[in-house]
């Protein structure tokens, strides 16, 4: 599968998961009269929105080129994963309110067993939905699926938290709130982390060292002469890249050659990175 299909994909069982998690849990809470897993559920409910933006930016980078965009949608993603990474900053902050007001408080959690079936369920899906959008990211170097899946795993840990709090409030009061506050710093974070990536890939990285020996090398078997492949940009579209260098050939060779040596790189670029490259011409000193 590619990005996009990916993307949509992970969308979907994304929102088939957190609505059957919200059945289950405020089930929980009514029946156990807890409030705070009423408002996990609501919580729970609430991060199928990332799932939308999701399915809405892979429908739009799949769009192909146009007059207005002519090197296609693909960074649909990366504002997709930028918007996520603001809603995780959100989360985080409401789990330092909470975690603040359960400490100021001496709050502790007290739920029965039913409480305690569906945290454990909780942690189960929204982690086994976690592990599924970073495989997918993995395979597609996708930030907005790596995005969604941090917003599974805040979901995952919230669950967590409250799970600790039930075996171990009963004898330290400050467990929950100390544990949300800890969690609120570790979501914070990797919010950070996605919002940080997401705007360098936007504005425009430099290319990877590695990345670079290699075009490097496959311009040097098309043409193993001092061609001094050099000035790079790659330019990261989502599922579409370009990459533009210069290289020196020359002085006295004829524009039909260079032209035919240009072109052979260009297919090799394409057919062993999928890249599209555009090489500009230097003269060199006579040898």
Same mark, same amino acid.
């Given at each position: 599968?590619?990005?996009?299909?990916?993307?949509?994909?992970?969308?979907?069982?994304?929102?088939?998961?957190?609505?059957?998690?919200?059945?289950?849990?405020?089930?929980?809470?009514?029946?156990?009269? $807890?409030?705070?897993?009423? =408002? !996990?559920? #609501? @919580?729970?409910? +609430?991060?199928?929105? %990332? *799932?939308?933006?999701?399915? &809405? /930016?892979?429908?739009?980078?799949?769009?192909?080129?146009?007059?207005?965009?002519?090197?296609?949608?693909?960074?649909?993603?990366?504002?997709?994963?930028?918007?996520?990474?603001?809603?995780?900053?959100?989360?985080?902050?409401?789990?330092?309110?909470?975690?603040?007001?359960?400490?100021?408080?001496?709050?502790?959690?007290?739920?029965?067993?039913?409480?305690?079936?569906?945290?454990?369920?909780?942690?189960?899906?929204?982690?086994?939905?976690?592990?599924?959008?970073?495989?997918?990211?993995?395979?597609?170097? $996708?930030?907005?699926?790596? =995005? !969604?899946? #941090? @917003?599974?795993? +805040?979901?995952?840990? %919230? *669950?967590?938290?409250?799970? &600790? /709090?039930?075996?171990?409030?009963?004898?330290?009061?400050?467990?929950?709130?100390?544990?949300?506050?800890?969690?609120?710093?570790?979501?914070?974070?990797?919010?950070?982390?996605?919002?940080?990536?997401?705007?360098h890939s936007l504005l425009g990285e430099s290319p990877d060292?590695?990345?670079?020996?290699?075009?490097?090398?496959?311009?040097?078997?098309?043409?193993?002469?001092?061609?001094?492949?050099?000035?790079?940009?790659?330019?990261?579209?989502?599922?579409?890249?370009e990459v533009t260098f210069h290289i020196k050939l020359p002085?006295?060779?004829?524009?039909?050659?260079? @032209?035919?040596? +240009?072109?052979?790189?260009?297919?090799?670029?394409?057919?062993?990175?999928?890249?599209?490259?555009?090489?500009?011409?230097?003269?060199?000193?006579?040898?």
């Amino acid at each position: 599968m590619n990005k996009s299909n990916w993307a949509e994909t992970e969308g979907w069982l994304s929102i088939a998961g957190n609505v059957i998690l919200f059945v289950l849990k405020y089930w929980a809470g009514l029946v156990t009269g $807890s409030i705070a897993i009423i =408002a !996990d559920a #609501w @919580h729970t409910l +609430s991060d199928s929105l %990332s *799932s939308v933006i999701v399915l &809405i /930016g892979a429908k739009i980078s799949k769009k192909p080129a146009d007059d207005d965009h002519p090197f296609g949608h693909g960074r649909a993603d990366l504002i997709s994963a930028f918007i996520i990474g603001i809603l995780l900053l959100l989360v985080a902050f409401d789990f330092v309110i909470e975690s603040y007001h359960t400490l100021k408080d001496g709050e502790s959690s007290q739920f029965g067993t039913i409480a305690i079936v569906v945290m454990v369920i909780s942690v189960i899906v929204k982690e086994a939905l976690a592990q599924f959008a970073f495989y997918g990211a993995r395979k597609t170097d $996708s930030k907005v699926l790596k =995005a !969604d899946g #941090w @917003h599974h795993r +805040s979901d995952a840990i %919230s *669950s967590f938290v409250i799970l &600790i /709090g039930i075996f171990l409030g009963r004898y330290f009061w400050w467990v929950d709130g100390a544990l949300g506050m800890i969690v609120a710093f570790m979501i914070g974070y990797a919010a950070y982390e996605i919002i940080r990536d997401s705007i360098h890939s936007l504005l425009g990285e430099s290319p990877d060292k590695k990345l670079l020996e290699d075009l490097k090398k496959t311009c040097e078997e098309v043409y193993p002469h001092a061609i001094d492949p050099h000035h790079f940009h790659v330019h990261n579209y989502g599922d579409h890249t370009e990459v533009t260098f210069h290289i020196k050939l020359p002085h006295d060779m004829s524009i039909k050659t260079g @032209h035919d040596i +240009s072109t052979e790189i260009e297919k090799e670029i394409k057919k062993k990175f999928g890249f599209v490259a555009t090489i500009h011409i230097e003269p060199r000193d006579h040898v």
